[in-house]
């Protein structure tokens, strides 16, 4: 370091850090890292650049660290640095080849004396999927950070340079200076005293007590999809809490379960940004504080979520006054050592970019050293992604697997019976009973479709081309014609013939009918009027027509019912002339709500509208997106012009479900083209998948999905559905 270069002090959070990566020098377990998964075509040269702007206005990504008359000092010396640019798209799994590219670059040990403190890559798997990978050590970010990084990158290059640029590290310090010296500081270091008064050692819920943190930390992560995720919700609203407070007292529960100990210390990760002028500043300023729950195991999780909410209530306006304040204060006070147990972190939301027009999700890869076990919950109720982060010294990854398994089935448990006790749900390895469906019927597809928009009224529901439709604006617009409907007659009972082509309209009003509560009748617009003759039939306007006769007397005035026909689908007949499939809207919901969590579509997907309306694989693709909250993307009318603008078409939209006919798969497997990298499900149906086509598949796309789907049009669209590998076996 220079002797000219001015230095500052490290902030609380900083110190701590910088006293562990000290005592460990070449240790990489203080990398964090996220990476960005981009679907759509990027400009690589104008992405460096938008990089390079948010990490020179980053003050904090430049620090070097140094020890001046004992004491680390840090100043901002911006270097050189690598913008790597890696080519994965030849590898035979891409995102598999990223995954251990990126596993790989997060054992590269930082220098802080020297830096850099991050790396920067993008990761090209195709021309339309690419992955933005960072890694930064701790010393210079959190979490929060991570988020402000992308959103300012995402602006820039969407922007051209707009966007409002990043506040400098100066303000942490000048704030933690103001705190330190306030009342306020004072009165929060008291109620914490008061708060751990009488409060013994957490117990450790690994193989034994851990000297110190590892050079890693091991992850295990389980998904759970939101047929599962539901209820939860269904139960918090229930008892006047939100989930973030039901899953703390979830993990709560299970701790107590794990250890017996009745008076459980969680560790609660704050942002510690709110009501302060740090909101714009990219640095390590979240916090870790304690949150007491004394456990009844008399009592149920609906009670000890209701005692979540108070403490959290209780504790969140001291939530300022740090951690590592609070070890000294215990260290000086004779306390125990240890200030929490599990640290339980819950992230409600999706973190989504925009990068020009097309979307980036954030996924994380690693958030740091873990003392004991971390539990993480990140996503919505499109999905959960449950992370279980544990220090290797005490958890393995098929133990932290298990504990998330048996917390998932402690919660699913306290859910199907809600008084019951928690010291008495079985944890036992056993299979978990589920509800009958007969009991607990699947909502029906509106009330599901509204559960989406309600989660996420500005995501994309429908797309087609340039054209694009929220789920708010689905919905709407769907209401406003519903409304029209019902005036004209339609209403439970009745069948309104949509004859419009492949289009958004198209979307809203099948929705529109179903939201009146009559049944829609898919037609050709291209039908001959002898074909439409078969519909009886009072008014035609705008591609709809109602059918039905005018003695018959106007609907009933009752909400639509499970037994009443959502559509009909007519099959040609041996004569030729139509014949009507009614479906009820019971079996519609059965389905849709199977056959999202059988293919695990989630609120991140984009499914392809491949078929005709007219077709039942068309109520597939529609209702499985839309009741999942993913994007329905309508095939346009240049997309089978060729398999080669097929692929293309589908890597520009960034599909990642397809839904296809088997006999146009298997032309699409003899071409011997690759799909693009944003698709991980195929579902094929229709007629038998040739084995030859099957071995051929596996060796041009190892890494995606294969589901072989049958069922006749009077079973609702599918009965049987089997995951497809080249031995010839599946998962039915």
């Not at 640095?81 to 030849?90: E, G, K, Q, T």
């Not at 708010?472 to 439970?492: C, F, I, N, Q, T």
């Not at 009745?494 to 958004?504: D, E, I, Q, T």
Request: hydrophobic content about 40%.
């Amino acid at each position: 370091m220079s002797t000219d270069v001015d230095t500052l002090p490290l902030s609380a959070a900083q110190e701590a850090i910088w006293l562990g990566q000290h005592l460990a020098p070449t240790s990489p377990v203080y990398n964090t890292a996220d990476y960005v998964v981009i679907d759509g075509e990027i400009d690589p040269g104008r992405f460096e650049a938008a990089v390079r702007s948010a990490v020179a206005e980053a003050d904090c990504l430049h620090a070097r660290f140094h020890l001046v008359e004992e004491e680390p000092r840090q100043s901002f010396e911006p270097g050189r640095w690598r913008f790597l640019l890696v080519d994965l798209s030849a590898e035979a799994a891409p995102e598999a080849a990223a995954k251990r590219w990126m596993h790989g670059d997060m054992r590269t040990p930082a220098d802080l004396r020297t830096g850099p403190l991050f790396a920067q890559a993008l990761l090209k798997l195709s021309d339309g999927r690419w992955i933005w990978h960072q890694r930064i050590h701790h010393i210079a970010v959190d979490g929060y950070a991570f988020s402000l990084l992308v959103r300012r990158v995402a602006d820039l290059y969407s922007t051209d340079g707009g966007g409002r640029p990043f506040d400098p590290f100066q303000r942490v310090l000048d704030f933690e200076r103001s705190y330190l010296d306030s009342e306020r500081c004072a009165a929060d270091r008291e109620f914490w005293g008061e708060y751990l008064s009488g409060v013994a050692e957490p117990p450790w819920i690994g193989h034994g007590r851990t000297d110190g943190i590892a050079d890693r930390t091991e992850r295990a992560v389980v998904p759970v999809p939101a047929r599962r995720v539901e209820p939860w919700l269904e139960l918090a609203t229930a008892v006047g809490v939100n989930w973030t407070e039901l899953l703390i007292a979830s993990v709560a529960g299970y701790v107590h379960r794990v250890t017996g100990v009745g008076d459980v210390l969680l560790g609660l990760p704050v942002s510690a940004r709110l009501a302060t002028p740090l909101l714009h500043v990219p640095a390590p300023v979240s916090n870790i504080v304690p949150l007491r729950l004394p456990v009844d195991p008399a009592a149920s999780l609906s009670t000890l979520a209701m005692s979540a909410a108070a403490e959290l209530k209780r504790t969140r306006r001291h939530h300022r006054y740090r951690q590592e304040h609070l070890r000294r204060d215990r260290r000086r006070a004779d306390g125990p050592e240890r200030l929490f147990g599990p640290v339980v972190n819950v992230l409600p939301f999706d973190q989504e970019f925009a990068f020009g027009p097309h979307r980036g999700r954030m996924v994380n890869l690693s958030a740091g050293p873990v003392e004991d076990l971390s539990v993480g919950f990140r996503g919505s109720a499109a999905g959960l992604r449950l992370e279980m982060d544990g220090n290797p010294a005490g958890h393995s990854a098929s133990g932290l697997r298990r504990h998330g398994d048996l917390l998932l089935r402690l919660v699913d448990e306290a859910v199907r019976e809600p008084d019951r006790p928690l010291g008495r749900i079985p944890l036992a390895d056993r299979p978990v009973r589920r509800p009958s469906p007969v009991r607990r019927p699947a909502p029906d597809v509106v009330a599901l479709i509204r559960a989406r928009a309600a989660d996420r009224p500005g995501a994309t529901a429908v797309e087609q081309d340039r054209r694009c439709l929220t789920y708010a604006e689905l919905l709407a617009r769907a209401d406003l014609l519903a409304d029209g409907l019902r005036r004209r007659g339609a209403g439970p009972g009745r069948l309104v013939g949509v004859r419009l082509p492949r289009s958004p309209d198209a979307i809203v009003a099948v929705l529109a009918v179903l939201i009146s509560g009559a049944g829609y009748v898919p037609l050709s617009p291209d039908a001959p009027d002898a074909y439409v003759e078969h519909l009886p039939r009072i008014t035609v306007e705008d591609g709809l027509l109602l059918s039905g006769h005018a003695d018959d007397g106007p609907p009933p005035e009752r909400s639509a019912r499970g037994t009443d026909i959502a559509y009909v689908i007519h099959t040609s007949g041996s004569t030729g002339r139509p014949n009507g499939v009614m479906v009820p809207r019971a079996a519609l919901a059965g389905f849709a709500v199977a056959a999202v969590e059988r293919y695990g579509v989630t609120g991140n997907d984009r499914v392809l509208q491949f078929s005709s309306l007219q077709f039942d694989a068309s109520v597939e693709e529609i209702f499985v997106a839309l009741c999942s909250g993913a994007a329905l993307v309508l095939r346009t009318a240049g997309m089978n012009e060729s398999l080669d603008e097929f692929r293309r078409a589908t890597a520009r939209f960034g599909i990642t479900v397809l839904d296809l006919p088997t006999a146009f798969w298997h032309e699409l497997v003899a071409a011997g083209g690759r799909l693009p990298g944003s698709v991980h499900t195929v579902i094929i149906g229709g007629e038998g998948a040739l084995p030859s086509r099957v071995a051929q598949w596996a060796r041009l796309a190892p890494g995606i999905r294969l589901i072989n789907t049958y069922g006749p049009t009077e079973a609702t669209v599918v009965a049987t559905a089997a995951d497809l590998h080249p031995s010839g076996s599946g998962r039915p």
